[in-house]
């Protein structure tokens, strides 16, 4: 038994001012749905946009739809929403004639930036004074309606989200940090290699590489592990580009691990995947089955084409990289 004050810091309760979830170890959720509509009526409701001589006001949400979770696993957070808005707008000061329309936003969401969220702006009845309204909110006043996309996003992350990293006793005011911000360049996934660039034209000497894994969670957990830009964020610790459909592009710990998707399916991935220090232009195939067994899901990865002397990095890498990376993120290897 340890002495007193040397046991796993994970468990010693002392250090945690309130003794709950110590160091931010265990996965702890936080159901944002009812904030998020209340935050969004807030920022949306009343919401006036004007100029070139028009004045619109957001009058009320038609639909709000949708929901949003944020997520604490050893101190990072991770944030998921989902929402599909419908607001209801009316010119102001338009005389006799009333000039109304719908403002619809259907993919307000984690995956999206917020710049690439679309906005539909719609008219109840097409007049030319109408017809001119929605076109300066089509041009100019989704701006304005983005600046409180992005505000809604921002208070998600600051605002809803205090309290739900504990302070340690040695740091009370430690601030959150975000999951995203730097990139810890340590964490390439070849830094061991050192392979001077080569042409192609010769023949590449390769192995196959396989492994097989077990996670405490769902078949579709892990599926998203892999597919979910915001996880993925999450074990790699970095920046990633990732869309995640046939020939959909990815790139990785610094753009170190870049290829594509060739296969999605919720029992198997299949990737074109390489490492930049590889020979010019070699990928290998990359193939994860997925199977959901009664209590944990088994994971069998098949690599081929890894150059023959790439191969014990490329094994280890897959090692600590990404399995151990993913069971300590989400504790997805914890067997009781």
């Not at 945690?16 to 959720?29: G, K, L």
């Not at 009526?41 to 006036?48: P, T």
């Not at 097989?212 to 599926?223: D, G, L, N, P």
Request: negative net charge; proline residues 2%.
């Amino acid at each position: 038994m340890a002495k007193w004050g040397e046991g796993d810091p994970r468990w010693i309760v002392e250090e945690r001012p309130d003794a709950t979830n110590v160091n931010n170890w265990h996965w702890t959720e936080k159901n944002a749905c009812q904030w998020s509509q209340d935050k969004l009526k807030e920022l949306f409701v009343n919401l006036v946009i004007q100029g070139d001589s028009v004045k619109c006001k957001v009058t009320e949400f038609e639909k709000c739809e949708g929901e949003a979770v944020a997520n604490n696993r050893k101190g990072k957070l991770i944030f998921f929403y989902e929402w599909n808005l419908v607001l209801k707008w009316v010119l102001e000061d338009s005389g006799e004639e009333t000039i109304a329309g719908k403002i619809n936003i259907p993919n307000l969401s984690e995956e999206n930036d917020v710049s690439e969220v679309d906005i539909e702006i719609t008219l109840k009845d097409s007049t030319d004074k109408g017809e001119a309204v929605k076109h300066f909110l089509h041009t100019k006043g989704k701006d304005t309606i983005r600046e409180k996309l992005v505000q809604y996003v921002l208070s998600l992350k600051e605002e809803f989200s205090k309290g739900m990293i504990l302070p340690k006793k040695e740091s009370m005011n430690e601030k959150i940090s975000n999951m995203t911000s730097g990139f810890d360049a340590k964490m390439h996934m070849n830094t061991v290699v050192e392979s001077n660039s080569q042409k192609l034209g010769y023949k590449i000497t390769t192995t196959t590489v396989k492994q097989q894994q077990k996670f405490q969670c769902r078949a579709e957990e892990f599926y998203n592990m892999f597919t979910s830009t915001e996880m993925v964020q999450a074990f790699t610790k970095g920046p990633v580009k990732l869309d995640a459909k046939k020939n959909g592009k990815f790139e990785l710990f610094g753009g170190n691990i870049h290829g594509e998707f060739v296969e999605l399916s919720p029992s198997k991935i299949v990737q074109s995947w390489r490492c930049k220090q590889w020979p010019a232009e070699h990928y290998s195939k990359v193939t994860l089955e997925i199977n959901e067994k009664n209590d944990h899901t088994e994971v069998k990865l098949t690599q081929t084409g890894v150059p023959s002397n790439e191969a014990d990095t490329t094994k280890e890498n897959w090692e600590r990289y990404y399995w151990d990376a993913i069971k300590r993120t989400f504790g997805f290897g914890y067997f009781m």
